[in-house]
């Protein structure tokens, strides 16, 4: 892609930005749902935060920390 760039292809259009940003947005979402997944694991797994607690948080709550 940065070969692209460099030779001028689809600058005028904003396309190389629009490809930068769509990639970072990505990398965001797959954190994001690595951050969830890994939670929701730990907190079912025996031995875990939510199988110590009977009042344990529910995997809804969990979620939406994660994405706060």
């Not at 939510?50 to 344990?56: L, N, R, Y």
Request: charged share 15%; hydrophobic share 50%.
């Amino acid at each position: 892609m940065m070969i692209l760039h460099k030779a001028g292809y689809g600058v005028k259009k904003g396309i190389p930005t629009s490809m930068i940003a769509a990639s970072s947005f990505d990398d965001i979402i797959a954190i994001t749902a690595f951050g969830i997944f890994t939670t929701i694991a730990f907190n079912e797994a025996p031995g875990g935060v939510a199988s110590e607690e009977k009042g344990g948080d529910s995997i809804g709550f969990e979620v939406f920390m994660n994405l706060v």
